[in-house]
C-alpha cells in the first residue's frame, strides 16, 4: 500500500477526522471571521500566547508545534510576541488541508496530520527540545477521544516537555452535560468536558499542572453555528424548545433570543509539563 493510501486510512480512523471534514465549508480564508472573528483576534489570543511565551522563554524548545494549528494565527502571534524565534522550529499541524493552504506566515512550517496520531519523528528530529500546544481541538475527538488523545500526545514527549492547550470545559457538571446535548442536537459528535474530569485525564496520562486560568469566553449565535455545522433556523428553534426543559440559564451557557438562541463556551488554559 502507498504512502498516501495509508495516510488517508490513519485519517480515516481518527474521530476528528469527521469532525474537520463536515465542517470544511468554513475553512481556509473565512475561518478569521467565524464567530465573530474569535479564532483570529489578537486580544483574544493574548492570555494564551502569554503562557506559550512564558514556558519558551523557561524551556527554551528547539521546535514549537500546534496541533490543529488551524490558519497558524497562534503560532504567528506567538512569533511577532517574542519577537526573535531564535531559531525555533514553528510547526502547523493539521488535518484539514484548506486551512494549512492558508497558513501566510513564512515563519511557520506545515505539516498534515493529528492530534491523535501524530508522530514525533514525523515533524522534527526527536532529539530536539518539543513544545506542544493546542486550542480548542479536544472536543474534535467526541466523548471517548479525548482521553486517548491526551495519552497520544504524552506518548510523543520527553519529560520536562511542555504541553500547553486552551480547551472549552465547564465546572458545573449539568452545564457540561446541556452543552453536549445542544451540540448533539446540532448534529455533531463533539464533547466538553468538566474542568474536573479533564484535569484528571491530564495528570492520569502523566502531566503535572502547572497553572490553570481562565480564557475568554466564545459566544455562539445559532445563525454561525448553523452556517459552520448546516442546519436550519427552524432546527434552531427545536433546539430552544428541547432547552427550555433545562435550567440553563444560570451560568450564561446558554441564552434564548429573537433569533435563536447564544451558546457560551467557558475556555480554561492549562500549562501542563510531562513528568
Same mark, same amino acid.
Given at each position: 500500500?502507498?504512502?498516501?493510501?495509508?495516510?488517508?486510512?490513519?485519517?480515516?480512523?481518527?474521530? /476528528?477526522?469527521? %469532525?474537520?471534514?463536515? @465542517?470544511?465549508?468554513?475553512?481556509?480564508?473565512?475561518?478569521? !471571521?467565524?464567530?465573530?472573528?474569535?479564532?483570529?483576534?489578537?486580544?483574544?489570543?493574548?492570555?494564551?500566547?502569554?503562557?506559550?511565551?512564558?514556558?519558551?522563554?523557561?524551556?527554551?524548545?528547539?521546535?514549537?508545534?500546534?496541533?490543529?494549528?488551524?490558519?497558524?494565527? #497562534? *503560532?504567528?502571534?506567538?512569533?511577532?510576541?517574542?519577537?526573535d524565534?531564535?531559531?525555533?522550529?514553528?510547526?502547523?499541524?493539521?488535518?484539514?488541508? %484548506?486551512?494549512?493552504?492558508?497558513?501566510?506566515?513564512?515563519?511557520?512550517?506545515?505539516?498534515?496530520?493529528? *492530534?491523535?496520531?501524530?508522530?514525533?519523528?514525523?515533524?522534527?528530529?526527536?532529539?530536539?527540545?518539543?513544545?506542544?500546544?493546542?486550542? !480548542?481541538?479536544?472536543?474534535?475527538l467526541?466523548?471517548?477521544?479525548?482521553?486517548?488523545?491526551? /495519552?497520544? #500526545?504524552? /506518548?510523543?514527549?520527553? !519529560?520536562? %516537555?511542555?504541553?500547553?492547550?486552551? +480547551?472549552?470545559?465547564?465546572?458545573?457538571?449539568?452545564?457540561?452535560?446541556?452543552?453536549?446535548?445542544?451540540?448533539?442536537?446540532?448534529?455533531?459528535?463533539?464533547?466538553?468536558p +468538566? +474542568?474536573?474530569?479533564?484535569?484528571g485525564m491530564?495528570? %492520569?496520562?502523566?502531566?503535572?499542572?502547572?497553572?490553570?486560568?481562565?480564557?475568554? #469566553?466564545?459566544?455562539?449565535t445559532?445563525?454561525s453555528?448553523?452556517?459552520?455545522?448546516?442546519?436550519?433556523?427552524a432546527?434552531?428553534?427545536?433546539?430552544? @424548545?428541547?432547552?427550555?426543559?433545562f435550567?440553563?440559564g444560570?451560568?450564561?451557557?446558554? @441564552?434564548?433570543? @429573537?433569533?435563536?438562541?447564544?451558546?457560551?463556551?467557558?475556555?480554561?488554559?492549562?500549562?501542563?509539563?510531562?513528568?
Amino acid at each position: 500500500m502507498d504512502a498516501e493510501k495509508t495516510e488517508k486510512k490513519a485519517f480515516a480512523r481518527d474521530a /476528528s477526522a469527521v %469532525e474537520v471534514s463536515r @465542517e470544511s465549508q468554513s475553512h481556509g480564508a473565512g475561518w478569521a !471571521s467565524l464567530h465573530g472573528g474569535y479564532f483570529s483576534s489578537a486580544e483574544v489570543a493574548a492570555p494564551f500566547v502569554d503562557k506559550i511565551l512564558d514556558a519558551a522563554c523557561g524551556a527554551e524548545p528547539d521546535v514549537v508545534v500546534d496541533l490543529g494549528g488551524g490558519t497558524g494565527f #497562534v *503560532l504567528s502571534r506567538f512569533a511577532d510576541t517574542i519577537g526573535d524565534v531564535g531559531g525555533i522550529d514553528l510547526v502547523d499541524l493539521d488535518l484539514a488541508e %484548506e486551512q494549512l493552504e492558508a497558513v501566510a506566515d513564512p515563519r511557520i512550517r506545515r505539516a498534515r496530520g493529528s *492530534l491523535a496520531g501524530f508522530s514525533r519523528a514525523d515533524i522534527a528530529d526527536p532529539e530536539q527540545l518539543f513544545m506542544f500546544i493546542t486550542r !480548542s481541538t479536544l472536543h474534535y475527538l467526541g466523548m471517548g477521544g479525548a482521553r486517548n488523545a491526551i /495519552s497520544h #500526545v504524552v /506518548s510523543q514527549m520527553r !519529560s520536562g %516537555e511542555f504541553f500547553i492547550q486552551q +480547551t472549552a470545559c465547564f465546572d458545573e457538571p449539568e452545564d457540561a452535560l446541556a452543552m453536549n446535548m445542544v451540540y448533539q442536537m446540532m448534529g455533531t459528535g463533539k464533547w466538553y468536558p +468538566t +474542568t474536573r474530569a479533564l484535569v484528571g485525564m491530564l495528570l %492520569e496520562s502523566g502531566f503535572s499542572l502547572e497553572s490553570v486560568d481562565d480564557a475568554p #469566553v466564545l459566544e455562539l449565535t445559532s445563525a454561525s453555528l448553523g452556517k459552520r455545522y448546516g442546519f436550519s433556523e427552524a432546527h434552531a428553534r427545536a433546539i430552544v @424548545e428541547s432547552m427550555r426543559e433545562f435550567d440553563v440559564g444560570v451560568n450564561g451557557i446558554f @441564552e434564548e433570543t @429573537e433569533e435563536g438562541f447564544v451558546a457560551r463556551l467557558f475556555y480554561k488554559i492549562f500549562v501542563c509539563r510531562k513528568i
